[in-house]
């Protein structure tokens, strides 16, 4: 059914005023489109003497309805698919692996004799500087460099495709 041209123009003027209210263009088409079903099935049975105002206080009211449901189920203007959420926490598929690579780090590390386990914990998780460690060890900075560099290609080796 088309519209007279006095009704066209009275839902373009309903368009911008939703629009001047915020809305955004998916939601202004709604709201017209229900305004007027809203209006053709009043007018079914009663008499509407100004159908372009029954469209625009419906229209607001429908707006100002939508607005205040939002606020209250604290929803959000867009679908949570549209908002970047930074996140940066690994996911539990990740946290799994990474479980899984410390448990075999530390199978390999229980593979290295006592003194060299001793040394790569210094050095890697302790920070401690290999002059300490051989001072410490009373051996020299070049065996426990020799040490070290034997243990890490061990481990290595060991973790090669975890």
């Given at each position: ?64 309805d ?56 210094a ?12 001072r ?27």
């Amino acid at each position: 059914m088309a519209l007279p041209s006095s009704l066209d123009a009275a839902l373009q003027r309903i368009r911008r005023a939703l629009f001047r209210r915020g809305l955004e263009a998916d939601a202004v088409e709604d709201l017209v489109q229900e305004s007027y079903e809203r209006l053709e099935v009043y007018q079914k049975t009663n008499i509407v003497e100004r159908p372009e105002g029954f469209l625009v206080r419906t229209a607001v009211n429908l707006s100002i309805d939508q607005a205040r449901q939002k606020a209250r189920m604290g929803m959000a203007g867009h679908p949570v698919e549209d908002y970047a959420i930074a996140d940066d926490t690994p996911g539990p598929d990740e946290v799994y692996a990474s479980k899984r690579r410390l448990e075999r780090l530390n199978a390999g590390l229980q593979r290295l004799d006592p003194l060299t386990q001793d040394m790569i914990r210094a050095q890697r998780l302790d920070g401690d500087r290999l002059s300490e460690i051989a001072r410490r060890h009373n051996l020299s900075v070049s065996a426990v460099e020799k040490r070290i560099a034997k243990g890490v290609a061990f481990l290595a080796e060991w973790m090669d495709g975890w």
